[in-house]
């Protein structure tokens, strides 16, 4: 007999039944998962076919670093044309929101190409000599190009941002509507719409932005449709006489969830594919944003911002090809052979770690090494995909990497913990003095992934306290790093002083996660993931104990 922390352990073989039997179910688990994310959705009208085009899109010419935030950036006419030559093929119109940055171009190259309309923009800011100059190249423009230019927005969401009076605003469009021969509009949400009524005896048409997943109160994707319909007859009833077109509509495939409202490609398929049978059949005129996915988006909306296109923003590839079946994991086979690929690492470092080990570990150990695998295995995918499209810039890259990292790490590492029934470390065990412990390199590493997840999370569950509006939910791969650590925490004996950092960083995030649930909702399951994955690990670190048993 051999007594390993205080429990008494047969020397005898090592049997490969129960590990193997575990990691068979576990494949099949991961497979299953990834078999009923991967599931395609199936609609009526693919979401875009070029023989059955758009009416409009909204256009931006900017890739990768390029954005309008930087007065430098100019985006050379090649650009442009290349672009506005790949939207001929699915829609006859453009829609812009200025003329800065080489925008000015637009018409002379639709022009040139032949076969796009363009509904030209002007931006409107608190700056009023660009404003006047701005509206005098509008005007300009529309003269060069009066087969091209079908009508001018004077501003956008102007009044949203608060950056010019509705007085000023009806003045400014009165002036272009004086000058030129084309219809001449205003854009902005349709609430904006209802406290400016002013606004509406100076247009031509009113043009309204109705955005379901940006609603005071956000609307799920399966009754977006239906919503724009009936904010549309519901400014058609308040505005009589006039044309309503809808200037921004449509849905993002990243991002956050904002209550019941998920961003994912399925979605964003569905929304379009939805809102464009809709306006064939009662015959209203529609503008979707937006044509390309713009990355500069994201330092003003968070991830979110940066994936409205119907193509991609890198590759500048359709989204959606006819006839391609729709599903928010494209790579799913990869991910699931990675997850499986992982999933099969977790059991071989515990089998390995057992190679000199004179003990059969009880069937919980390997039960705890199972559902660490598991989970890893089936979210590995998730939290990669999450990490692409969620990572801005090094420091984003740097951030999420790390917490992946961790997810990858924990259930390796805690999976040859369980087997020789090593307990979780605590910090002072990576950062405290060393007198009278024994230093070990299961413990370095085992330490400082611990560390990493927590500083990460606690980060993140205070983010969503400050300023959540635009963070994302890493519910995938703090499930990976915290279910491990978990599971492994049920080896510390209930003995010796409590942490003060451990204590810390639970109650932060217990706390946290409660007013995360209530901020969130109930329709939210990021958040409930989330909040879930929160409230697990804060009871993990407090259960730590700064007294360890030594082997």
């Not at 018409?107 to 190409?113: E, H, L, M, Q």
């Not at 010019?164 to 509009?185: E, Y």
């Not at 306006?279 to 909306?301: C, T």
Request: hydrophobic content about 45%; glycine content about 8%; proline content about 6%.
């Amino acid at each position: 007999m051999q007594v390993i922390d205080g429990a008494p352990r047969r020397m005898e073989p090592i049997s490969l039944r129960t590990p193997l039997a575990l990691l068979l179910v576990s494949l099949g688990a991961i497979a299953a998962a990834w078999w009923w994310l991967a599931t395609p959705i199936t609609l009526a009208r693919a979401p875009i076919d070029p023989s059955d085009k758009v009416q409009c899109v909204s256009y931006a010419p900017f890739r990768g670093e390029q954005s309008p935030l930087n007065a430098w950036t100019h985006i050379e006419a090649d650009q442009i044309e290349q672009d506005l030559r790949q939207l001929k093929e699915i829609t006859d119109c453009v829609r812009t929101y200025s003329m800065e940055n080489g925008l000015d171009q637009v018409p002379a190259i639709a022009a040139r190409i032949g076969g796009l309309k363009v509904l030209q923009g002007i931006w409107l800011s608190s700056n009023r000599s660009k404003n006047f100059e701005q509206a005098a190249l509008a005007v300009r423009l529309s003269k060069d190009f009066p087969g091209v230019i079908t009508s001018i927005i004077v501003g956008n969401e102007v009044l949203l941002r608060g950056e010019m009076t509705t007085a000023d605003l009806v003045s400014i469009i009165r002036s272009v509507k004086a000058q030129v021969s084309v219809p001449v509009t205003y854009a902005d949400v349709w609430e904006f719409w209802l406290r400016n009524r002013e606004v509406y005896d100076a247009v031509d048409f009113v043009t309204i932005h109705i955005l379901p997943y940006w609603e005071d109160f956000p609307v799920k994707a399966k009754f977006a449709a239906s919503h724009v319909e009936a904010i549309r007859e519901r400014m058609a009833v308040a505005f009589p006489g006039k044309e309503i077109l809808i200037g921004e509509t449509g849905w993002p495939s990243e991002g956050r969830m904002r209550e019941g409202a998920l961003p994912s490609r399925a979605n964003q398929a569905r929304v379009v594919s939805e809102i464009l049978s809709l306006a064939k059949a009662q015959k209203f005129r529609v503008n979707l944003i937006e044509s390309y996915d713009q990355p500069w988006k994201r330092k003003l909306e968070g991830t979110v911002g940066g994936y409205w296109g119907l193509y991609d923003s890198v590759r500048r590839n359709l989204k959606y090809p006819p006839g391609q079946p729709i599903s928010n994991f494209p790579y799913w086979k990869w991910y699931m052979g990675a997850g499986m690929g992982l999933c099969v690492l977790v059991f071989a470092v515990a089998g390995l770690t057992l190679r000199r080990r004179p003990w059969t570990p009880r069937f919980s150990a390997w039960l705890g090494v199972a559902i660490s695998a598991t989970s890893a295995g089936i979210l590995l995918g998730v939290g990669a995909d999450k990490m692409y499209y969620e990572s801005y810039g090094w420091a984003g890259w740097l951030h999420w990497g790390a917490l992946l990292l961790a997810g990858i790490l924990s259930p390796i590492f805690c999976a040859q913990a369980m087997v020789i029934g090593r307990s979780l470390p605590t910090f002072l065990d990576l950062l405290g003095p060393r007198e009278g412990r024994k230093w070990s390199k299961l413990t370095a590493v085992l330490g400082l992934t611990l560390a990493v997840t927590a500083v990460i999370a606690a980060q993140t569950a205070l983010a969503f306290v400050f300023d959540p509006r635009y963070h994302d939910f890493p519910y995938a791969s703090l499930t990976m790093a915290v279910v491990p650590f978990a599971l492994l925490m049920l080896n510390r004996p209930q003995i010796g002083q409590r942490p003060i950092a451990e204590s810390v960083f639970a109650g932060v995030l217990a706390l946290s996660a409660a007013y995360v649930l209530f901020n969130e909702g109930r329709d939210n399951w990021q958040s409930l993931w989330t909040c879930a994955i929160y409230f697990l690990f804060a009871l993990t670190l407090w259960r730590a104990r700064a007294e360890q048993i030594q082997e």
